[in-house]
Structure formats: C-alpha cells, structure tokens
T-cell receptor, first 118, second 110 residues
Framework: GAVVSQHPSWVICKSGTSVKIECRSLDFQATTMFWYRQFPKQSLMLMATSNEGSKATYEQGVEKDKFLINHASLTLSTLTVTSAHPEDSSFYIC??????????????FGEGSWLTVV | DAKTTQPTSMDCAEGRAANLPCNHSTISGNEYVYWYRQIHSQGPQYIIHGLKNNETNEMASLIITEDRKSSTLILPHATLRDTAVYYCIVRPLTGNQFYFGTGTSLTVIP
C-alpha cells in the first residue's frame, strides 16, 4: 500500500517550453501533496505544499508563476515548469499524505522525475 | 527548516548492525521523529517513526533517548542494498511540511 507514482520518470525539453509532471497516489486518497526539488549531491528542498481543491502554498524563494501546481483531485497533483531554462534542470519529487490518519501522518514519495532543459 | 543534525557519512560492514545517530535537541513535546532513506536517484522511502517510545518494524528499530533530544536508527543486519542517504526529520503529528536536512550517507561495505 501507499504507492505514489510520478510521470514521466525523465523528460528533456527545450529552453522556453513548459513541461508538466504528474504525481498520483495509486492506492490512497491524499489530502495534501508536496513537491520537492533536488540538485545533485544535495538534499531535498521543499518547493510547495498543495491541498486538494485549494491553491498551493509555496516556500520562500520559489516562484509560483514559474512552478504551477494543480491539485484537482484527491489522487492527482501536477507540477508545470513554465518557460523552462537550463537552471531548472533537476530531480523533482512529489510526496503525498494519506487522508486516512492511521498512517501516523507519514508521507510517501514518488520515484522522482528527472528534468533536463537543453 | 530542518531541526536535526546527523553525521555526514558512515560506513558499516555487511551483516553488522548499522547505528545511525540523530540530534534533535530543540524537539518539541508534540513532534515525532521520522526516518527516511534515499537510494541513489530514487524517491525517499519511509522507514519508521516514533514519539518517545522505542519502535521496531521489519526494516529497523528506532531508539529515542529519554529526554528526546536524540535518537538512533538501527539496521540490525546491514546489507549492500542498505547503502543510501538516511534522513532524520522531526515534525508534529498534525504538522504539514516535511523539511529535509543533509542526512547521513551510509555505505555498507562487503
């Protein structure tokens, strides 16, 4: 149980284009989903928190107009990197918190998505 | 912000117990200790969490000191597949965000 899936696993896009990454909770409903970014040999950096049906809350320094987050259902959140630039190349990871509190407020992570902007 | 301090790296011989320490001296009464690990180029994997009592599951044991200012994750019989970065995180049970510190890079040596 508690499986979170991301798609695509890796994507290459041209500078200036937009790319969308999907995050799905496969066997549970998630009231809250989180998006992280990780650069090589660094820790995970929280970008934003999204609650189903409401606007995402962005961490300080993260541009909300550049990283669009939509959490339209209890099993799906999307991250769209708009007008991508090479410096946006990174490993993007989502996580989800089950609606069912019996998991002890644990969150579960997707496999991550590698974005390369050329 | 991460509220934990962990050693940057550790080695452990295969088959031996791996003991990974974590300091969280400013932990609040309602904050739990969570452990995750991240194998290279994958998403973090949940290991275990606890409040003040020691916890054990099929993956590991979590020992929390009586004053709750530190804890130790124990992998009883480390295997090569346990080589990963291990993260210790503190957060309230009803809290929202998970902030990661720098973690401990554990290398299991044959």
């Amino acid at each position: 149980g508690a499986v979170v899936s991301q798609h695509p696993s890796w994507v290459i896009c041209k500078s200036g284009t937009s790319v969308k990454i999907e995050c799905r909770s496969l066997d549970f409903q998630a009231t809250t989903m989180f998006w992280y970014r990780q650069f090589p040999k660094q820790s995970l950096m929280l970008m934003a928190t999204s609650n189903e049906g409401s606007k995402a809350t962005y961490e300080q320094g993260v541009e909300k107009d550049k990283f669009l987050i939509n959490h339209a259902s209890l099993t799906l959140s999307t991250l769209t990197v708009t007008s991508a630039h090479p410096e946006d190349s990174s490993f993007y990871i989502c996580s989800a918190r089950p609606r069912d509190a019996s998991s002890g407020n644990t969150i579960y992570f997707g496999e991550g998505s590698w974005l390369t902007v050329v | 912000d991460a509220k934990t301090t962990q050693p940057t790296s550790m080695d452990c011989a295969e088959g031996r117990a791996a003991n990974l320490p974590c300091n969280h001296s400013t932990i609040s009464g309602n904050e739990y200790v969570y452990w995750y690990r991240q194998i290279h180029s994958q998403g973090p994997q949940y290991i275990i969490h606890g409040l003040k009592n020691n916890e054990t599951n099929e993956m590991a044991s979590l020992i929390i000191t009586e004053d709750r200012k530190s804890s130790t994750l124990i992998l009883p019989h480390a295997t090569l597949r346990d080589t990963a970065v291990y993260y210790c995180i503190v957060r309230p049970l009803t809290g929202n965000q998970f902030y990661f510190g720098t973690g401990t890079s554990l290398t299991v040596i044959p």
